[in-house]
């Protein structure tokens, strides 16, 4: 039996997170596809990253200026 699955939201939220995800994935070896979107809310206060994707999509659209905002989800990322 072949499984795929998807992680993404607030199980990728975080490094302890992505950590869970992969002993998950690790426990069974038909697990053999995963496709991860992207990053929630590490907490309620926060945005998460397909929000933000959005945004810049919007600023793009405007013909402003991304960089700086940009660099908050790439920092994001480099956090997790």
Do not use: W
Not at 52 to 75: A, F
Request: proline content about 2%.
């Amino acid at each position: 039996m072949l499984i795929v699955q998807k992680y993404g939201g607030s199980s990728l939220a975080d490094a302890e997170h992505f950590r869970q995800v992969a002993s998950i994935i690790k426990a069974d070896s038909a697990r053999r596809y995963v496709v991860p979107s992207a990053p929630g809310k590490r907490n309620k206060d926060d945005t998460k990253v397909t929000d933000m994707l959005y945004t810049c999509y919007e600023m793009v659209r405007k013909h402003e200026n991304i960089d700086e905002y940009y660099e908050q989800i790439k920092k994001r990322y480099n956090d997790i």
